[in-house]
């Protein structure tokens, strides 16, 4: 019997930058086993949530996450909603749409980008992080910030847009449609990402079925299932789409299906526009009567579940925030055994991991008079004028 | 206290009120069933059977779990999801007596392992027989036998004092002072 090595990635990951913290158990390059670790930066948000209003709670749980600031509140509305009997507008329905597959857009073009980099190949991560900035703008103008951005409410969305604003949404979505094809190709026929992610970190059906695996990492392994067709919430029922799938269940695989949604994602937001209706953005809301409910979403990385249970009073009872890395991340263990330690680095990367880690904030400190040179209130106002000045320049 | 559970009358109907039926006695109470979403109680003696039962049914997963802090215990709410027909069906056990306990479907079902964990560290809830109860939410640092997620433990009265800041012992004495 060969030596047995234990190798430690983190507490905090190199290429990442997150708090994670995996052991992989080798035998020469061969890891045979592995442990890992999470949570270095759990901020107790169900229990912050139970000493806030129902209509507080959205903006808390925005803040799970950066990138699927769209998806976490919307599960959790549903789920109110589902409590309360809510008949949401048809107009709100359309308007959380366009945001929510703006966000699928501009976070899987940050995997690709991110996968390029892992592997060394930093022409993919360049291309795909320039052509994901038009959405991030997109979502600023649309809802006045690039992460965070407070669009649905109970019953309906915060804000409307205007038919210039969806036009020029539409329009930022068409043009994507050329440069995505490029990388598209660029990164599936390149003869050198086959060898690297083909047959790579492969997870069968059968295991991603037992360990509850979610979004493009269920999908990448030929499991179709997707909230927004099977438990269709704001308007995936009305509009044509498909659900893409790949069979072999490796990197490839995911890589192939996360590339293929962001089309889907553009056909849906024209749609959108297309057919928006008109009329309100909300229903009024008066009463929570007490009850549970349930409300999914498919988020970026996959499904993200969310319960509520109310007691009548104005705050929920209890609020379980379950985010599809959680189902996600413990995949390693079928995926990442037996293949070399390269291997794994892309691997551990190939289920889009996302760790809740946006908690913190930097201050930036005059040196000479040690004075933070920007308060809280300083850079809202900062961060609305750039805002308003992309709005007319756009 | 023994409280007789009488079956509602909620009748089973579409693909939530066949689950429900093939779970058979194993459901002790049905709180609702419509054509989207499913609440039932379970016998806590037959989780793992029924948990059994559930995997193997076609286009089931286990979406996630929630550990609910309410006046007889834990509840542990067990939401099972179905595609393609979309459906979430809630299961709940109830985690009672002086420990807390409740069978682990961890070894059925490994997506139940972290969750359970996380159960087990926020809650209390104890999970028998479950293949990996080390810490996975808290820190090692966290004193035993408080659960930061229970209706008694204040946020900021019951929070215990940080651990130690540790100094790196290859840093020189003057150095340490400075800090």
């Known amino acids: ?394 | 206290m023994t409280v007789a559970l009488s079956k509602t009358e909620i009748p089973l109907t579409g693909f939530v009120g066949q689950v429900l039926q093939r779970l058979g006695e194993a459901v002790v109470e049905v709180e609702k069933c419509d054509r989207r979403r499913g609440f039932a109680r379970i016998d806590p003696a037959r989780t793992v059977e029924v948990a059994e039962k559930m995997i193997a049914m076609e286009g089931c997963r286990l979406a996630t779990a929630t550990g609910v802090d309410v006046r007889d215990g834990i509840d542990v709410l067990y939401h099972w999801a179905f595609e393609p027909q979309g459906v979430v069906v809630t299961l709940k056990v109830l985690a009672a007596g002086p420990d807390l306990q409740v069978e682990s479907i961890a070894n059925v079902v490994p997506a139940a392992n972290w969750i359970e964990r996380e159960m087990h560290d926020l809650l209390g809830a104890n999970f028998r027989n479950h293949p990996d109860m080390r810490r996975l939410i808290l820190d090692d640092s966290w004193p035993e036998g408080v659960y930061p997620l229970r209706k008694d433990f204040d946020q900021v009265a019951d929070r215990p004092p940080l651990p130690p800041n540790q100094t790196p012992p290859d840093v020189p004495p003057e150095k340490r002072q400075a800090e």
Not at chain 1, 71 to 81: D, F, T
């Open chain 1, 1 to 394: 019997m060969s030596h047995r090595t234990c190798i430690n990635i983190g507490p905090f990951h190199p290429l990442q930058e997150e708090a994670e913290f995996f052991q992989l158990y080798v035998e020469g390059e061969t890891v045979v086993d592995m442990d890992m670790r999470t949570s270095y930066n759990h901020r107790g948000i169900e229990k912050i949530d139970e000493s806030k209003t129902f209509d507080q709670v959205p903006f808390v749980v925005e803040r799970v996450c950066g990138i699927c600031s769209a998806s976490h509140p919307l599960a959790y509305i549903q789920a109110v909603e589902e409590i309360a009997h809510v008949q949401v507008p048809e107009r709100a329905l359309y308007l959380r749409t366009i945001v929510n597959e703006l966000e699928r857009i501009h976070s899987h073009m940050l995997w690709v980008g991110l996968a390029g980099h892992f592997l060394g190949y930093n022409t993919v991560f360049m291309w795909a992080w320039k052509y994901r900035e038009p959405i991030m703008e997109a979502l600023e103008i649309a809802t006045g910030s690039r992460v965070n951005y407070a669009n649905c409410k109970i019953g309906g969305v915060r804000r409307d847009m205007t038919e210039d604003l969806l036009k020029q949404i539409d329009k930022a979505c068409a043009d994507l449609v050329g440069p995505l094809d490029m990388l598209t190709k660029a990164v599936l026929d390149d003869p050198i990402l086959h060898a690297r992610l083909k047959t790579v970190g492969v997870l069968t059906p059968q295991a991603a079925k037992l360990y509850g695996a979610l979004g493009p990492t269920a999908r990448g392994s030929g499991l179709p299932i997707d909230v927004r067709r099977d438990d269709p919430y704001a308007a995936y029922d009305r509009v044509d789409w498909d659900v893409c799938t790949a069979p072999d269940g490796d990197v490839f695989g995911k890589a192939v299906v996360r590339l293929l949604e962001c089309f889907e994602a553009v056909k849906i937001i024209r749609q959108c526009v297309k057919d928006m209706p008109g009329g309100e953005i909300d229903a009024k809301v008066e009463h929570i009567p007490p009850g549970e409910g349930v409300g999914h979403v498919e988020a970026p990385r996959g499904e993200t579940f969310h319960y509520v249970r109310a007691d009548g009073s104005n705050r929920p009872v209890r609020h379980k925030v379950r985010a599809p890395s959680f189902n996600n991340i413990p995949t390693f263990k079928a995926s990442c055994i037996g293949h070399k330690i390269p291997d794994v680095a892309i691997i551990l990367a190939s289920v889009d991991p996302c760790y809740s880690c946006t908690e913190r904030m930097c201050t930036a400190v005059d040196a000479d008079t040690k004075k933070p040179m920007y308060d809280f209130a300083e850079m809202v106002r900062l961060s609305r004028e750039k805002t308003e000045k992309m709005r007319k320049e756009w």
